[in-house]
């Protein structure tokens, strides 16, 4: 950001302060109420007019929850890329079609007799998935992401099984077979943000590599798996430096394996540094980390980790041995919303089009998306939704789409589990560091979206006269950095939280 783009951002500030403190006069010298809201939108304009994104498009839209006026708009029935704003979407609808107090199960089941005498199923030990996102450290309140299999392990051996003589199995045809959103990205299809989907999902899809610098410069550096698996191969070496700066660390999954290529330097001073890989194929992860401990947790197994579909096993019918349910999708709302993680957002759309077909697929899950924002009064073109992320950027959305649909969720009983889900502005989750200091911190709540040239911040906000706000702000085709996308984003938060009529 330029020198004069930085003076004329500050020079906003002031402004903001000052039109503040002028909201907060006494009654007898507070302007008329339309004279209130003719400032604030020719505050707004100012912001949004600022000579860094003359190149930009943006899209605004606020509305007042309960009376339905609208305080401002540009560009509100426009299209726009929103990135994780799609989560919104996702989101919603997931809480009205399923419910807050939903869980997802994960039947675990036998494929042959079990001899109590020997402990022994002679037989296949068979996971039957149910698009549990869950199965991850963050829902866990030990965070460790084998604590499921390690109590399914004392599970097994509670109901007198010590041994499995066949394979274990992952059925995970809940959900096609299609791994990946539309309109993903080839180049990024090994990072964590866009680890590959199934209806049985490990870790998030996810494993991490921790790097500890050797003892001295010049040798290699330790590097290790979180959790630790087979399943994944290092390939490469990290080497130790004396340079302070050296953080290039470079780790990469080749296309369509498992093998991990490792290199760079780490500083022979850092305590540790930690990159992320997304393994290829989520059964096969599944039950390869599942094989793995019930090993080393005292249940010895014949065979090997097999996705059913693969045709190695022969099992057809199946004997229930106990469930495992999920935390409520309220629970599951936070991390969803609060941190943006991906999967949480595929794995619900895929559910939900599970909900009325034989198999869930995205196809099915936009479906049902759409006849629920249909009844919401959402019309059909003012948005496009693709994947339940926001990482595919065929995804759009017009703020008043986005206005409307947070409208319609403000009515509803489970408002609540979307609410509190929500970022909250200066205190938690993507907007942890923005708005400190300001009247909307601790008051908006809104989700963030980020991708290529495209920022969007959508959410609530209470003003100075205690009105709750719903408010989409989006910003496409900037070629500015991001910090001052967002920097404009929160300027417009802010006057809102500070506006009294």
């Given amino acids: ?133 869950t199965f991850s450290a963050r829902f866990n309140g030990e965070q460790d992401p084998l604590a499921t299999f390690r109590s399914w392990a004392d599970s097994l051996r509670a109901r007198g099984i010590t041994r499995i003589g066949g394979d274990v199995v992952g059925d995970d045809d809940l959900f096609d077979d299609v791994h990946i959103g539309p309109g993903w990205a080839w180049d990024y299809l090994g990072a964590a943000y866009a680890a590959e989907i199934g209806a049985l999902l490990f870790n998030e899809g996810a494993v991490a590599l921790w790097f500890l610098p050797g003892d001295s410069v010049g040798e290699p550096a330790t590097v290790s798996l979180q959790p630790q698996n087979s399943y994944v191969s290092l390939h490469g070496e990290v080497g130790t430096t004396d340079d302070s700066t050296a953080v290039s660390l470079y780790a990469s999954r080749r296309p369509f394996a498992n093998d991990v290529d490792i290199a760079g330097a ?141 409208r319609a969720m403000a009515r509803r009983e489970d408002f609540a589990a979307f609410y509190d889900a929500l970022p909250v502005a200066g205190v938690d989750g993507t907007l942890e560091r923005r708005m400190r200091g300001s009247a909307a911190e601790g008051n908006a709540r809104a989700k963030t979206g980020f991708i290529s040239n495209a920022r969007a911040l959508s959410g609530y906000v209470t003003t100075g006269d205690g009105e709750l706000l719903a408010f989409s702000i989006i910003a496409n085709n900037f070629d500015t950095p991001v910090r001052p996308v967002e920097y404009v984003q929160d300027l417009v938060v802010e006057r809102l939280a500070n506006f009294e009529r």
């Fill in 1 to 133: 950001m330029n020198t004069r783009t930085i003076h004329h951002l500050r020079f906003l500030t002031l402004l903001l302060v000052a039109a503040a403190c002028a909201t907060r006069q006494p009654a007898t010298w507070a302007p008329l109420p339309d004279h209130a809201l003719r400032a604030l939108q020719a505050e707004i304009d100012t912001i949004l007019e600022d000579p860094a994104f003359h190149n930009a498009h943006w899209g605004v839209m606020v509305q007042s929850v309960h009376s339905g006026q609208i305080l401002y708009r540009k560009n509100s029935r426009k299209l726009f890329m929103p990135a994780s704003n799609i989560k919104l979407v996702t989101a919603a609808v997931s809480l009205a079609r399923l419910g807050a107090d939903h869980r997802f199960s994960t039947r675990v089941a036998a494929c042959g007799p079990i001899d109590t005498l020997t402990g022994t199923l002679h037989g296949d030990l068979v996971i039957v998935g149910g698009g549990d996102p």
């Fill in 266 to 406: 780490i500083w022979v001073g850092r305590d540790s540094v930690t990159r992320h890989v997304a393994p290829h194929d989520p059964t096969l992860f599944f039950v390869t980390v599942l094989w793995e401990t019930l090993r080393s947790h005292g249940i010895a197994v014949s065979g090997v980790p097999v996705d059913r579909d693969s045709g190695d096993t022969e099992c057809d019918a199946v004997a229930h041995l106990f469930v495992h349910e999920s935390p409520s999708l309220d629970q599951v709302m936070h991390p969803f919303l609060k941190e943006s993680q991906n999967q949480i957002g595929e794995m619900l759309l895929r559910y939900l089009g599970a909900t009325a077909t034989d198999t869930g697929s995205v196809a099915a899950g936009r479906r049902i998306v759409g006849t629920t924002l249909t009844g919401w009064g959402v019309p059909d073109d003012s948005y496009v939704y693709y994947d339940g992320s926001g990482l595919s950027r065929y995804n759009y959305l017009a703020p008043e789409a986005v206005v409307r649909l947070l």
